[in-house]
Nanobody, 125 residues
């Protein structure tokens, strides 16, 4: 059974940095496509960033491109999201997600089979 656990959320001021971490157990991590999504109150869950199992091409939402960096460590079975120059509109619950599906649309939330419980990120102005 694949388990996904996020950590690292918190309350920060605008302009600050924060790093989220995701630990994945019960899996062949190197074969998982992994991503981060977020959901703000009253809004749909949206794509933030993803890195496929092949490590060939990372993807970012336009709203975070140039500010966020996704990385994974296959030896430690972890996925990180470094968030820089945070803005109040980045406030949301952030979710780590994973799937064994290959060749799928890895920016779509419907592709992912395994989800963490989420970690809250609040950016004050």
């Amino acid at each position: 059974q694949v388990q996904v656990v996020e950590s690292g959320g918190g309350l920060v001021q605008a302009g600050a940095s924060l790093t989220l971490s995701c630990a994945v157990s019960g899996s062949t991590f190197s074969r998982l496509t992994t991503g981060w999504f977020r959901q703000a109150p009253g809004k749909e869950r949206e794509f933030v960033a993803a890195v496929p199992w092949s490590l060939r091409r990372t993807a970012y939402a336009d709203s975070v491109k140039g500010r966020f960096l996704i990385s994974r460590d296959n030896a430690k079975n972890t996925l990180d999201l470094q968030m820089n120059i945070l803005k109040p509109e980045d406030t949301a619950v952030y979710y780590c997600a994973a799937t064994y599906k290959a060749g799928s649309d890895y920016v779509s939330k419907w592709t992912y089979d395994y989800w963490g419980q989420g970690t809250q990120v609040t950016v004050s102005s």
